[in-house]
């Protein structure tokens, strides 16, 4: 299956639906992301702290000709966000996949209290500088946190990672990340097994395309041009997950679905102004 692409304002694409792997580690998560990548999967989403960089890499290794096309992708924790410490914990990164290279490394919070992470885009600079990484993003930054470090290092991020799904569509941050041309990531893209995909609105949808309601919630992601990282441990899921590139949502099918977002709708109310991860 051949995966449509989207690019970023400074010319980087980026595959239009990835893989999550939280909690998929140790063996059976070298198998599961293995068997993703056999389905199509070229965007491999993980963090330094899902404690799985070793199994991606892996399973990206066991890939053979197609390491090529994979986005093997981590996040710098917000205990290391000093520029020397964060320059290190990208090594160890890159040491634990056992690749050459990460493809695309990301601060994962940008935890303004502490307020490190300019320093930590320095390093992320200055890593891609070196070679440990080819591109460069964040995760659940703020449109005032990427202004503040784009005003500060002149470099600005090719995609931000956050929390998107049909109860925090995110409307007004899609808005900002269109007009800055940054892609944006959706993370917990199904509600991390909510109630979503029971809602009348969605098995409505569903119903008339003749799809399930995650395809409908991930063809609204796609429609919104939200990069979609849903985590599905079966080879059976993983293949439903990304055959959704034909199904077509009227405008109006994809306003209801946007509809159902509340201003309380965050899953853990994790707003990043305030809530912090380390
Ligand atoms: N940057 C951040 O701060 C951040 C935060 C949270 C998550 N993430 C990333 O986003 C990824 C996805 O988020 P998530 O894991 O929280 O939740 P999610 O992808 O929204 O939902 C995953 C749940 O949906 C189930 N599921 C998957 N496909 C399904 C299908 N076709 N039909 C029915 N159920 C299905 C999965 O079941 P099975 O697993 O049993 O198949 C799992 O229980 C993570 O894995 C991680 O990579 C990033």
Not at 8 to 26: E, K, S
Not at 88 to 110: A, C, K
Not at 206 to 231: C, D, F, Y
């Amino acid at each position: 299956m051949t995966i449509p692409h989207l690019t970023a304002a400074d010319g980087t694409t980026l595959p239009a639906i990835g893989l999550g792997t939280y909690r998929l580690n140790g063996s059976a998560g070298v198998d599961a992301i293995g068997q993703a990548i056999r389905a199509g999967y070229r965007l491999l989403d993980s963090a330094v702290n899902y404690e799985n960089e070793g199994a991606v890499g892996r399973a990206a290794r066991a890939a053979g000709d197609v390491r090529g096309d994979l986005v093997v992708t981590s996040k710098l924790p917000g205990r290391h966000h000093g520029f020397d410490e964060a320059l290190t914990t990208i090594e160890e990164s890159v040491f634990r996949t056992g690749l050459d290279r990460i493809d695309l490394y990301l601060i994962h919070w940008p935890n303004p209290s502490v307020d490190r992470y300019v320093q930590a885009w320095r390093a992320l600079i200055e890593a891609r500088e070196r070679g440990l990484v080819r591109h460069i993003g964040l995760s659940n930054f703020l449109p005032e946190h990427i202004d503040r470090l784009v005003a500060e290092t002149g470099v600005a991020p090719v995609v931000n990672q956050i929390e998107v799904h049909p109860y925090f569509p995110q409307r007004e941050a899609l808005a900002y990340h269109r007009e800055h041309g940054i892609l944006v990531q959706g993370w917990s893209p199904l509600g991390h097994g909510n109630d979503l995909q029971r809602h009348p609105v969605i098995t409505e949808i569903a119903n008339a395309h003749g799809v399930s309601p995650a395809q409908t919630i991930l063809a609204w992601h796609v429609a919104r041009q939200v990069i979609p990282l849903p985590k599905a441990a079966s080879p059976q899921r993983q293949i439903e997950n990304l055959d959704v590139f034909d199904i077509t949502l009227s405008d109006a099918q994809v306003e209801a679905i946007t509809a159902l977002g509340r201003p309380d709708g965050r899953l853990a109310d994790q707003d990043p102004a305030v809530y912090e991860e380390f």
